[in-house]
Structures are given as structure tokens and as C-alpha cells.
């Protein structure tokens, strides 16, 4: 099974990286005024100012959200416990502080507990890391400058941790089965099923633009829609690998050569069993053309498909404003109504091209073939 990643909710981390980004050169340009002021810049007041920057950067960006004195009280508390613990250990300080930002940037995530928890160790590992990294890192700067560098370089680091715990793994069926067809197709269906991942991947990439409802009763349409490529594909190189396997021509020659044989001969118990003969032949070849119209029948289909992926895509990208949503609607409704004609439950020949059940029918083609074997031969 296929494994894909993706950024959960890539508005709210664009936010957060900002937000961190801005907090770490903020707080080293205040600490580094208020160290002028006093008359030393101490890495104390560089941390202490970056959790308070923090938390008011972080604060002021979510108004919106239910917890913003909360996030507030966190990032100062965390800033205030690593000025305490920086004493013992730098990396005591750093990594509870960690948990602490982390916890401030959780707090409006639809996660559960123990993805939160991993959140708060990401963050945690990551200052931590920023911090043995800066450590003499800009020592041969100005104070102001190195200050500034080092708060801005602990942001980067956050703003990175922010985006990891974002991450999300998904199992993809769809893309599994994309790729396995693949190894197994050659000729046409081979590009068919490259081009129709390609484009199945591309959707999945602007569904992170829709709203949940929407954004599921798309990636259905495109899950079913891709899944009745692959089976149509897969199908259509079956019948052409059986259709290989015997030459046409071959079979042609053969049926003209038993023909004339049979009109040649008297006997009549030869002429049966020659006319036995024939009659096998002729079949071997009435299957084999009709795997040839069952084949191109399957190719329509994927054709099909393949538009209808197309037109969902479309759809996708254009989709914006007020309007667009309403495009988009009906758009949907008409790619569901295709992928509705689309759906099969049995690709056999009989299926698709129809079954010839009177042997009648079947001795009146078997005859035809012989006739158009004369005319052509």
C-alpha cells in the first residue's frame, strides 16, 4: 500500500511559520534595545524576551480563537522556565521550554492527545537543536547582531518544527493500485495509467483548498473514477496479451486452406472431419475478434475516465470565489453522474460486447467469416 505525505491545514502552519519567524528577529531587535538600555545584553534577556514576544505575536494572530491568553500564558511561561533551568543545563532550559511553545501551538488543533504530545516533543528536540546550533555560531558578530541571528535562527527552527508536526501520513490504496498496474501494463494502457496517476495525484494536491465535505465528495469521484480506469486498463491489456498469442493471419491462412481443401474433397467422411476442423478454427478466430472489439470498447472506457479526471481537475483549479463554488457544485454533479455510467461489475467479453446465445447466430457469423476469408483470400 502507498504511503503519501501531506500538510495538514497549510493555512494555519503558513500563520504559525510566520508568526515564529516574526517573533525570533523581533525578540532579538527588542533584546537587543533593552540590553543597550541596561547596559549588557545577557542571554537571559534574549530568552526571556523570546517567550514573551512569542506569546504576544502569537496572541495578537489568533484573535479569533478561543484560547489566545492561554497560548499568551504558555510561550511567557516557557520563556521564564528556561531563564530558570538555563542555570543548571542549556538543554534542560531549552527542551521544556520546547514543550511549552509547543502546548501554546497546539492548543486550537483538531488532534488527538498523543498527536499533540508528539507536537510538543517536536518542538522540545527542535529548540533544543537551535540552540546547540547557535552556540558560538555568531560569536565573532556584535552583540546586537548575534543576538538578533540567534533569537531570529531559534524562529526558524520552531517554524520548521511547526511544519513536522503538521505532517500526515496517508495510505493511499488508489495510488497503490495505480502503480502496480503499471509494472504490469505495457503499449497504451502503460500511458494511460501513468497519465491518469499523474493527474489523480494532482487533484489529491488541490483538495487542501475545499472544505472537508467537499474536499471527500471529490476525492470519492476521483477515487472511483481512478479505480475504474485501472480495472478498464488492466482488462484491456489482458485481452490484448490473449490476442497476441495467436496470429490472425495465421488462423486466416488456415481456414482458407481447410475451405478449399473440404471443396476438393469427395469422400464424405473426410470432408466431416475436415468441416469438424474448420469449424474450431473459425471459433479460435471469431473469439479472437471479438477480444479486439472488447479491447477497443475498454479503451473508450478509459478514455472516458480519463476525462472525467480531467474535468475534475478543472473544476478544482478554478473553484475560488463564491461563484467558482457554485461551478464547482455542478461540476461535481455532472463528473458523479459520469463515474455513475462508468461503474462495472464484469468485464468480461460477453459483458461488454454482448453474448451470443443462439447457435444460430454463432453458425451465421462462423459462416460470414469463412465468406469474407474467400473474398479476401
Not at 178 to 192: P, Q, V
Not at 246 to 263: C, P, Y
Not at 333 to 353: G, K
Request: with cysteine; glycine share 6%.
Amino acid at each position: 500500500m502507498s504511503l503519501s505525505v501531506s500538510l495538514k491545514n497549510p493555512r494555519a502552519f503558513g500563520r504559525e511559520f510566520r508568526v515564529l519567524m516574526v517573533s525570533g528577529i523581533l525578540a532579538g531587535v527588542i533584546a537587543s534595545v533593552l540590553g543597550a538600555a541596561v547596559g549588557t545584553i545577557t542571554p537571559l534577556l534574549t530568552v526571556l524576551t523570546f517567550g514573551s514576544i512569542l506569546g504576544l505575536v502569537a496572541n495578537f494572530s489568533s484573535v479569533k480563537s478561543a484560547t489566545p491568553m492561554l497560548r499568551l500564558v504558555l510561550a511567557i511561561l516557557g520563556g521564564v522556565i528556561w531563564v530558570f533551568l538555563i542555570r543548571f543545563h542549556w538543554a534542560i532550559g531549552a527542551g521544556v521550554a520546547g514543550l511549552l511553545f509547543g502546548g501554546a501551538f497546539s492548543l486550537n488543533d483538531a488532534d488527538s492527545l498523543s498527536d499533540k504530545i508528539i507536537g510538543w516533543i517536536i518542538f522540545s528536540v527542535a529548540l533544543m537543536l537551535a540552540v546547540f546550533t547557535t552556540n558560538g555560531l555568531f560569536s565573532s558578530l556584535t552583540d546586537i547582531v548575534q543576538n538578533v541571528l540567534s533569537s531570529a535562527t531559534w524562529g526558524l527552527f520552531l517554524a520548521v518544527a511547526a511544519g513536522l508536526k503538521r505532517l500526515e501520513w496517508i495510505r493511499n490504496e488508489t495510488i497503490s493500485s495505480f502503480r502496480e498496474s503499471y509494472s504490469e501494463a505495457s503499449g497504451e494502457e502503460r500511458d494511460s495509467l501513468r497519465s491518469g496517476r499523474v493527474l489523480y495525484e494532482q487533484i489529491l494536491a488541490e483538495l487542501n483548498r475545499l472544505d472537508e465535505a467537499t474536499g471527500k465528495r471529490a476525492k470519492d469521484i476521483a477515487d472511483e473514477t481512478s479505480r475504474a480506469l485501472i480495472a478498464f486498463a488492466r482488462r484491456a491489456a489482458e485481452l490484448q496479451l490473449a490476442e497476441e498469442r495467436t496470429e490472425g493471419r495465421n488462423l486466416e491462412a488456415r481456414v482458407f486452406e481447410l475451405d478449399q481443401k473440404i471443396l476438393k474433397t469427395k469422400d464424405l467422411i473426410v470432408r466431416k472431419e475436415l468441416k469438424a476442423v474448420l469449424k474450431e478454427i473459425v471459433e479460435q478466430l471469431r473469439v479472437r475478434r471479438r477480444f479486439g472489439t472488447a479491447k477497443a470498447k475498454l479503451d473508450a472506457r478509459v478514455q472516458r475516465c480519463f476525462t472525467a479526471l480531467e474535468r475534475l481537475h478543472l473544476s478544482l483549479v478554478q473553484m475560488g470565489s463564491g461563484d467558482a463554488d457554485v461551478l464547482l457544485d455542478e461540476s461535481l454533479s455532472s463528473i458523479e453522474q459520469l463515474a455513475e455510467e462508468l461503474r462495472w461489475r464484469n468485464l468480461s467479453v460477453d459483458e461488454l460486447i454482448g453474448e451470443e446465445k443462439s447457435v444460430q447466430t454463432c453458425e451465421l457469423v462462423m459462416d460470414s467469416i469463412i465468406e469474407e476469408i474467400r473474398e479476401k483470400w
